[in-house]
C-alpha cells in the first residue's frame, strides 16, 4: 500500500488509545461502525493490514472471534438487542469497499424489518436452484 492508498483502519490500529475503539486485544480491535445500519453496529478489525478473513493467521482468528464475543455481551448491555447478523464482505466482488479485512456486527431488532426471512440470500438478487 502506498501514501496515496491510506488504509483509514490502519490509522486507528496505529494509535492504540485511539477514541474510537471500544476493546482491543493482541491482534484485533472492536469500533462502532462509522455509518451504522442499526443502533450499536460495530466492526471487528485485525490490527494488521491484511484484505481477507483467509489470510489471517490462527492467532488473529483466534482474537477475532474473542472480540466478537465481548461484542456481543457489550452490545447486549447497552442497546438490548433481539439478535445479531455477524458478516464479512471478503473482496470487491462481495462489496468489501475498504481493503481491510473486518466484521460487521449488526444488531437486529424486534420489528426493525418488514420482512427479515431469507437472511444471506437475500445479499444476491438471485440464487442458485
Known amino acids: 500500500m502506498n501514501q496515496d492508498d491510506r488504509c483509514p483502519f490502519c490509522e486507528i490500529a496505529q494509535e492504540p488509545?485511539?477514541?474510537?475503539?471500544?476493546?482491543?486485544?493482541n491482534y484485533a480491535f472492536l469500533i462502532r461502525d462509522?455509518?451504522?445500519?442499526?443502533?450499536?453496529h460495530s466492526l471487528i478489525i485485525p490490527k494488521?493490514?491484511?484484505?481477507s478473513f483467509f489470510k489471517t493467521s490462527e492467532g488473529e482468528k483466534h482474537c477475532i472471534l474473542e472480540l466478537l464475543e465481548q461484542a456481543k455481551i457489550q452490545l447486549d448491555?447497552?442497546?438490548q438487542p433481539a439478535t445479531y447478523n455477524i458478516?464479512?464482505?471478503?473482496?470487491?466482488?462481495?462489496?468489501?469497499?475498504?481493503?481491510?479485512?473486518h466484521i460487521h456486527v449488526?444488531?437486529?431488532?424486534?420489528?426493525?424489518e418488514q420482512e427479515s426471512k431469507?437472511?444471506?440470500r437475500c445479499?444476491?438478487?438471485t440464487t442458485v436452484d
Open 48 to 51: 494488521r493490514h491484511i484484505g
Open 118 to 120: 431469507g437472511g444471506m
Open 87 to 101: 458478516g464479512i464482505n471478503d473482496g470487491p466482488a462481495a462489496g468489501q469497499t475498504v481493503p481491510h479485512m
Open 106 to 112: 449488526v444488531p437486529r431488532y424486534e420489528d426493525d
Open 123 to 125: 445479499v444476491v438478487p
Open 77 to 79: 448491555r447497552e442497546f
Open 34 to 40: 462509522g455509518n451504522p445500519i442499526s443502533a450499536g
Open 17 to 25: 488509545a485511539h477514541q474510537r475503539i471500544v476493546s482491543q486485544n
